[in-house]
Nanobody, 123 residues
Framework: QVQLVESGGGLVQAGGSLRLSCTAS????????MGWYRQAPGKQRELVAR???????NYADSVKGRFTISRDNPKNTVYLQMNSLKAEDTAVYYC?????????????????WGQGTLVTVSS
């Protein structure tokens, strides 16, 4: 069974930094895109950043220049370095991965989410 395990969330003061990690495991054949999304209280989940297997990235306008996404393909791990954090970055951050997995019927699609990690930025 596929699992995405996130770590690195916590409480930080405005202007500070945090680094999130997410590792995928369990029957994975390949991972195409890995990404980070976030959901603040009362708001919809939104894309923060994502990265393809080849290293192409895209970011939400609100985090450009402050956040950096990277990945370690052999380890099926994606990172999110968050600098110059603002109070409005407070949210639960979720990791996502898409690609292919081994199923009982052969190869199937992978589209999995982590359990979320809370980032709280105090102003």
């Amino acid at each position: 069974q596929v699992q995405l395990v996130e770590s690195g969330g916590g409480l930080v003061q405005a202007g500070g930094s945090l680094r999130l990690s997410c590792t995928a495991s369990g029957g994975i054949v390949s991972i195409n895109t890995m990404g980070w999304y976030r959901q603040a209280p009362g708001k919809q989940r939104e894309l923060v950043a994502r990265i393809t297997k080849g290293g192409n990235t895209n970011y939400a306008d609100s985090v450009k220049g402050r956040f950096t996404i990277s990945r370690d393909n052999p380890k099926n791990t994606v990172y999110l370095q968050m600098n110059s954090l603002k109070a409005e970055d407070t949210a639960v951050y979720y990791c996502n991965a898409d690609g292919a997995i081994v199923t009982m019927k052969g190869i199937g699609p992978l589209d999995a989410w982590g359990q979320g990690t809370l980032v709280t930025v105090s102003s």
